[in-house]
């Protein structure tokens, strides 16, 4: 019997939910791990749910979550005011403070829009791909039901525990006064 996508939803369900539980348990505490790992942990999920359509599919999801999370550096973490502060609540920040140079911060809302539609879809992909992948194993109801607990994983972690975890830095961000989402 293969329990691989429960196991793995499972696990990252949990480690997502733990993470989301210490952002809201210590908000004062900040921490770009704290803050990312639920995405990071998102993607590698993303990766896993594309893996039965072959590897390329999943080496290609890596590779555009790599994309649209360097064009968000490239083009909106210049205008956040964090860039260039030690105490920025991503690792974005740090990788920005790296490899751009601070831009005009009145650029930051269109510029914040323009990325989160960049990086939604990074978000959707898997989504999409795991009900291409549960199409295809229609005949096998393990492999289906699989695939939909991954399916289900996914997206409580991608619409629920991800955006919980961040919550506690949007409330107390710099930015939220100006952030399309309301901070």
């Known amino acids: 019997m293969n329990v691989d996508g429960f196991i793995i939803g499972s696990l990252a369900t949990l480690c997502t939910a733990a993470l989301a539980w210490r952002s809201r348990a210590h908000p004062d505490r900040r921490s770009p791990w704290v803050h990312d790992g639920p995405v990071i942990i998102l993607y590698l999920l993303g990766a ?19 994309a649209c999370n360097l064009w968000f550096i490239a083009r909106v973490c210049p205008t956040c005011l964090y860039h260039g502060r030690a105490d920025g609540p991503s690792l974005h920040c740090a990788a920005a403070t790296r490899l751009t140079r601070k831009s005009d911060v009145i650029l930051f809302p269109r510029r914040f829009g323009e990325g989160l539609r960049v990086v939604a879809v990074a978000w959707i992909a898997p989504m999409v791909g795991g009900v291409v992948v549960l199409f295809q194993s229609r005949r096998a109801p393990w492999a289906a039901t699989n695939t939909l607990f991954l399916i289900a994983a996914y997206a409580l972690i991608a619409f629920l525990i991800a955006p919980a975890a961040a919550k506690p830095a949007c409330e107390r961000c710099e930015n939220r006064d100006a952030c399309p989402r309301g901070g």
């Open 48 to 66: 896993w749910l594309l893996l039965p359509l072959g590897w390329p599919w999943a080496a290609a999801y890596v590779v555009l979550t790599a």
